[in-house]
């Protein structure tokens, strides 16, 4: 959608390069042809600041940044291990403002950006299970309310996405039950797509939102109502 819309893409991800270049190559059919793929685990620092050298090297400046990287695993309380604890929270949350840096520090150098974090209505509502992913989800709230205040000086604008009952293989995986019962609670009675989250990170992350900052979008269907 972003490359549709003229922008250059940086993409990235942690599994393989081959993998990676596939997308990047759908991506520049769809308008963006000096897009590129850069292979880097945003749970180590050292792979992110690698990749946003990259990006200076390549582009001399970055204009937005969609903090979207996550993993979402569950477990009831009292049976949660520490190393699943460690995995959530390394990507969900450290991984997040590994990002943040990195890209506040190069959109400084061109007078501003937008940076949009995908967050979760579970980090508002909560569900049972999801205790560890529940907690980093409420935990971009606060990293997106408090870096937009401290960017604004630096003409960064820094604000959310919440998803909620998104349409997505995780979700087409779920039993018939349980999924029916999740769709029942939504208001405008539809499951969500992806082009409902991203036309909501699109609107964000362009000046049709230049004076927001500091603000976490539901994108849920009113699943909060």
Same mark, same amino acid.
């Given at each position: 959608?972003?490359?549709?819309?003229?922008?250059?893409?940086?993409?990235?991800?942690?599994?393989?390069?081959?993998?990676?270049?596939?997308?990047?190559?759908?991506?520049?059919?769809?308008?963006?042809?000096?897009?590129?793929?850069?292979?880097?685990?945003?749970?180590?620092?050292?792979?992110?600041?690698?990749?946003?050298?990259?990006?200076?090297?390549?582009?001399?400046?970055?204009?937005?940044?969609?903090?979207?990287?996550?993993?979402?695993?569950?477990?009831?309380?009292?049976?949660?291990?520490?190393?699943?604890?460690?995995?959530?929270?390394?990507?969900?949350?450290?991984?997040?403002?590994?990002? *943040?840096?990195? +890209?506040?520090? %190069?959109? @400084?150098?061109?007078? !501003?950006? $937008?940076?949009?974090?995908? =967050?979760?209505?579970?980090?508002?509502?909560?569900?049972?299970?999801?205790?560890?992913?529940?907690?980093?989800?409420?935990?971009?709230?606060?990293?997106?309310?408090?870096?937009?205040?401290?960017?604004?000086?630096?003409?960064?604008?820094?604000?959310?996405?919440?998803?909620?009952?998104?349409?997505?293989?995780?979700?087409?995986?779920?039993?018939?039950?349980?999924?029916?019962?999740?769709?029942?609670?939504?208001?405008?009675?539809?499951?969500?797509?992806?082009?409902?989250?991203?036309?909501?990170? *699109?609107?964000? +992350?362009?000046? %049709?939102? @230049?004076?927001?900052? !500091?603000? $976490?979008?539901?994108?849920? =269907?009113?699943?909060?109502?």
């Amino acid at each position: 959608m972003f490359a549709e819309q003229g922008a250059t893409v940086v993409l990235t991800g942690r599994g393989s390069q081959q993998v990676l270049d596939e997308r990047v190559a759908e991506i520049r059919k769809s308008g963006a042809p000096d897009s590129i793929g850069v292979l880097a685990d945003v749970s180590d620092p050292q792979a992110v600041n690698g990749c946003f050298q990259t990006i200076f090297k390549t582009f001399h400046r970055l204009d937005i940044l969609v903090n979207n990287a996550g993993i979402l695993e569950g477990g009831l309380i009292g049976m949660i291990a520490p190393e699943m604890i460690h995995r959530v929270l390394s990507v969900n949350v450290e991984g997040m403002i590994h990002n *943040l840096q990195a +890209a506040a520090r %190069l959109m @400084k150098r061109s007078g !501003g950006g $937008v940076i949009v974090n995908l =967050g979760s209505i579970i980090g508002t509502v909560g569900t049972s299970g999801q205790v560890v992913y529940g907690a980093s989800k409420a935990a971009v709230a606060g990293i997106t309310r408090s870096a937009a205040k401290e960017l604004a000086a630096e003409g960064i604008r820094v604000n959310a996405v919440a998803p909620g009952f998104i349409d997505t293989e995780m979700v087409q995986q779920l039993p018939t039950k349980e999924f029916e019962e999740r769709l029942a609670n939504i208001a405008l009675g539809r499951i969500g797509t992806a082009d409902d989250v991203a036309q909501a990170v *699109l609107f964000l +992350a362009c000046d %049709l939102s @230049k004076y927001v900052t !500091g603000q $976490v979008v539901g994108v849920d =269907g009113g699943m909060l109502i």
